[in-house]
C-alpha cells in the first residue's frame, strides 16, 4: 500500500513539472518542438514524461503519428532555426525550418511560460532546455570585421 501511495505522488509530481505540462498543453508543430527539446534535454525520462502527459502512450507500441523533429536545433546562416523533420509519411527531411529567427523562437517559449504560468524556477529551467536544444550557431559572426580575411569563418 506505501509503494502505490509513492508511485501515486510521483506521478502526481512529475505531471505538475513544466515537462509533462507543455507536453500535454501544445499540440501540431508547437508540441513536436517541446518533444524534440526535452528528449534532447530529458532523454532518459522521455518514456515516462510521455506515459505521463498522453495516458495509454507505450513506448515501443503504436508510433506517433505526427510529424516529429527528430535532431537538436541548429541557426543555419540566414539566422532561421532549423532541425531535421520526419514526416507522417516517415520521410525525412533535414534542415526543416522550425522558426525563422530565434527572436520568434524566444517569444513563442514566452507565450508558453506564460499560458502555463510558470514560476520564475520553471521558466528559467525551460529557457535553458531551449538553449541548449539549439546546439550550433552558423551564422557569420556579426561582430567581425568584413575587411578581416577571417570574415568567413562562423560563430561555432
Known amino acids: 500500500m506505501q509503494a502505490t501511495s509513492i508511485e501515486h ?3 502526481f509530481e ?25 528528449a534532447h534535454n530529458f532523454d532518459e525520462a522521455m518514456p ?7 495516458p495509454g502512450f507505450i513506448v515501443g507500441g503504436t508510433p506517433i503519428r505526427d510529424a516529429v523533429y527528430c535532431s ?3 541557426i543555419d546562416k540566414s539566422g ?7 514526416s507522417r509519411s516517415g520521410v525525412k527531411t533535414k534542415d526543416s525550418v522550425v ?4 527572436l520568434q523562437m524566444r517569444g513563442v517559449f514566452r507565450r508558453l ?16 532546455a531551449v538553449q541548449r536544444w539549439v546546439v550550433a550557431d552558423r551564422r557569420l559572426d556579426p561582430a567581425m570585421d ?5 570574415a568567413k569563418r562562423l560563430v561555432h
Open 14 to 38: 512529475l505531471r505538475a513539472s513544466w515537462q509533462a505540462r507543455a507536453l500535454a498543453g501544445t499540440e501540431g508543430k508547437l508540441q513536436a518542438v517541446v518533444m524534440s527539446v526535452l
Open 99 to 102: 522558426f525563422e529567427s530565434d
Open 9 to 11: 505522488r510521483l506521478a
Open 48 to 54: 515516462v514524461l510521455m506515459e505521463i502527459a498522453f
Open 113 to 128: 511560460a506564460d499560458m502555463m504560468k510558470l514560476s520564475d524556477r520553471d521558466r528559467i529551467e525551460m529557457f535553458h
Open 72 to 74: 537538436a536545433a541548429r
Open 80 to 86: 532561421r532555426i532549423v532541425a531535421d523533420m520526419v
Open 146 to 150: 568584413p575587411a578581416d580575411p577571417d
